[in-house]
């Protein structure tokens, strides 16, 4: 059975889980957090999660188990349609993870973990988020999901890094980036009420209080 190795907390661990229900697949959860132990980086070298683990062997990296979810279980498919729509769906990912997630991330430990972020980071961070979001728009209307009538592996990506995005700029950038993204909130409404989101979401609440532990504890 496959196992997802991370904890409910982490927004790539989500994503990957998601997609686990989306897909109707049994798949056993394994609570890590992200570490360098040489027995955890023989199965994820940068010591991050999620890392999945399969009859094979495991590997790391979201986008990569979302490639491989979707060639060892091609139905139901989350990257659908012709090698031009497939590209589009990873094009999507990619302007949503590198252009805005891993940005935003940079200023997670002040608007998350009580941590500072220097002035002049938080400027680079709003000069980045305004144009990954003018990205993202160029790219969706969110009409109903994200690229159009099928509904997508971007559309958990988006679900589920867009809020946290958004929650890192008002908390400490003074910005929000849904003021560049129109119909955006309906938008995620909508993915919300996907039995997979709700699941995700449930589970994130009842892993926060521990990983907040574990972070004061480490
Ligand atoms: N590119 C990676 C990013 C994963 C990632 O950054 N995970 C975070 C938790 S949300 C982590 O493990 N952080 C610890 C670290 O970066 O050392 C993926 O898509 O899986």
């Known amino acids: 059975m496959l ?45 991050k999660v999620p890392c999945l683990e399969t009859e094979e062997g495991s590997f790391s990296e979201s986008q990569v188990m979302l490639d491989y979810l979707e060639e060892a279980y091609p139905e139901p ?13 990873r094009e999507i990912n990619r302007v949503l993870e590198l252009y805005l997630e891993l940005q935003a991330r940079r200023v997670y430990p002040e608007a998350f973990f009580g941590g500072q972020v220097s002035e002049q980071t938080k400027q680079e961070v709003r000069e ?23 509904f997508t592996s971007s559309d958990l ?14 908390k400490v950038l003074d910005m929000d980036i849904f003021e560049q993204l129109p119909g955006v909130k309906e938008y995620l409404g909508r993915v919300r009420e996907r039995p997979s ?3 995700v979401m449930d589970d994130y609440k009842a892993g926060l209080e521990a990983f907040m532990k574990k972070r004061k504890g480490a």
């Open 128 to 150: 980045a988020l305004k144009k990954g979001a003018a990205a993202l728009r160029r790219l969706t209307g969110f009409q109903p999901w994200i690229l159009g009538q099928d």
């Open 77 to 89: 498919a989350l990257i659908p349609g012709s090698p031009f729509q497939r590209a589009k769906t």
């Open 3 to 47: 196992k997802l190795h991370g904890f409910s907390v982490s927004n790539y661990y989500n994503v990957v889980k998601a997609a686990l229900l989306e897909k109707g697949l049994a798949f056993e959860e394994v609570l890590v957090y992200p570490s360098s132990d040489e027995r955890y980086l023989s199965n994820s070298p940068m010591g």
């Open 197 to 199: 989101m709700q699941r």
């Open 157 to 170: 990506v988006a679900g589920i890094h867009l809020p946290l995005v958004r929650d890192a700029g008002r």
